[in-house]
């Protein structure tokens, strides 16, 4: 199994940047395919980016791609994302999940494992 705790969440104004990481237990850590999902007030949680358990395949939503990286070191079983350029409608909680899986999904339901979220807040 794995534990995922997520930090570097805050308030940041329109244009600036952030950088999310989430720290992962357990020994298998770089078998694992690591993605970022958020959810904003009322919507769906949504997928943000992915990676594979190598690093050496990432994924991007649209609406991030260019903006975001998504990135890994299993050597500190950490994940992280870089959130840069960042607007008002990216504000959500952030949720780091983690599938032993070699196929990466982006889908919130191909995710077993999650971390309790950390909330990103930007004004305009």
């Known amino acids: 199994q794995v534990q995922l705790v997520e930090s570097g969440g805050g308030l940041v104004q329109a244009g600036g940047s952030l950088r999310l990481s989430c720290a992962a237990s357990?020994?298998?850590?770089?078998?694992?395919?690591m993605g970022w999902f958020r959810q904003a007030p009322g919507k769906e949680r949504e997928f943000v980016a992915a990676?594979?358990?190598?690093?050496?395949?990432?994924y991007y939503a649209d609406s991030v791609k260019g903006r975001f990286t998504i990135s890994r070191d299993n050597a500190q079983n950490t994940v992280y994302l870089q959130m840069n350029s960042l607007k008002p409608e990216d504000t959500a909680v952030y949720y780091c999940a983690a599938e032993d899986t070699i196929v990466v999904v982006t889908t919130p339901d191909g995710y077993d494992y999650w971390g309790q979220g950390t909330q990103v807040t930007v004004s305009s």
């Open positions: 990676i594979s358990w190598s690093g050496g395949s990432t």
């Open positions: 357990g020994r298998t850590f770089s078998s694992y395919a």
